[in-house]
């Protein structure tokens, strides 16, 4: 072997073969992951942001983890002391990993039953885990951060500069997966997609899960229940600045109902007001009443001090947003 390799053992139990000898930084990593458990190793390959110098080995089972965290990520989030063991693999689900398997140690002890039970086997280790960090947001940010959108749906907002009256644009999106190529980026699709990909009662039950976050949105947000009644969630819109501003203060509780939300680097760095004092702007001979008077006030947000036409319009603004020289 030129490098470390996860085979199975006859007794049809995962092992990890290590080298030793590999001073690839990113190898050395997967190396320690392993030497914590089979478990963490296998979540530690998920979790690379590119796999181009794995082994064809450590590429199926990377691609093996994968396929159950996208399981376990579209599962309903329940409390960790209840949670639901993942959906097995089905007989066809299991016989086409068999059939796409590359050459391995232990390669002939390989079996549709033994990549079923290393799936059950699998969840069991990480349920474990999710129940001893609280919960499987806590469990994927530490372990597999990229992995903490799939499964979820996700509010975006940016900036329109090239419409003065609609400068900004929303979009809901959901994350079904994380993508099996090189630099396992989360795979954003338009929430209405989801519509169609969960068509039939068959996925019924999934669909709702998915949904369930925004549900509870809904319930404590007027803006986000008329556009779950509208109909208008599942299309990109255009949004005004006081539309905006709801949405950036609400932003929060939408958070804390489950769904990712994705917002402007100038909002979560934004600048707040401060008040700027310079004192001696004329040079004085002797102290006297001028010289103690001798101060300029101004408003500072950022690295801008704003004029007072700026000003004056900052403070018309009762309540929304409106565009500075600080915030472009």
Request: negative net charge.
């Amino acid at each position: 072997m030129t490098q470390s390799e996860l085979g199975v053992l006859p007794s049809g139990h995962l092992h990890w073969y290590p080298t030793g000898n590999d001073n690839n930084s990113r190898q050395t990593a997967i190396d320690s992951a392993f030497a914590r458990s089979i478990a963490d190793g296998m979540i530690a390959l998920a979790a690379k942001d590119n796999t181009v110098d794995l082994s064809p080995a450590l590429g199926y089972w990377r691609a093996f983890t994968c396929r159950y965290l996208a399981v376990r990520c579209q599962m309903e989030q329940a409390e960790p002391a209840h949670l639901d063991s993942a959906t097995a693999l089905d007989e066809e689900q299991a016989e086409s990993l068999l059939e796409g398997a590359p050459p391995m140690c232990g390669a002939e002890y390989l079996s549709a039953q033994v990549l079923t039970d290393i799936w059950s086997w699998l969840d069991d280790q990480v349920c474990m885990q999710i129940r001893q960090q609280s919960g499987l947001s806590a469990y994927l940010e530490k372990h597999a951060p990229r992995w903490h959108q799939a499964g979820r749906v996700c509010f975006h907002l940016a900036e329109n500069k090239l419409d003065p009256d609609y400068p900004f644009a929303f979009m809901a999106t959901y994350a079904p997966e994380l993508t099996l190529q090189s630099q396992g980026k989360i795979r954003h699709q338009p929430l209405a997609k989801a519509l169609q990909e969960y068509a039939g009662a068959h996925n019924k039950r999934a669909l709702i899960r998915l949904l369930s976050p925004v549900q509870r949105a809904s319930e404590s947000s007027v803006l986000i229940r008329e556009l779950v009644e509208s109909g208008d969630l599942y299309h990109p819109l255009a949004w005004t600045p006081t539309e905006t501003y709801k949405f950036l203060k609400e932003a929060p509780l939408y958070e804390q109902c489950g769904v990712i939300v994705r917002l402007p680097n100038w909002w979560k760095k934004r600048a707040r007001p401060q008040v700027s004092v310079t004192i001696g702007n004329v040079k004085q001979k002797r102290l006297d009443a001028d010289a103690l008077l001798d101060f300029k006030l101004g408003i500072v947000l950022g690295d801008e001090t704003l004029s007072e036409q700026e000003l004056e319009s900052l403070l018309a603004v009762q309540d929304g947003l409106m565009s500075t020289r600080a915030g472009q």
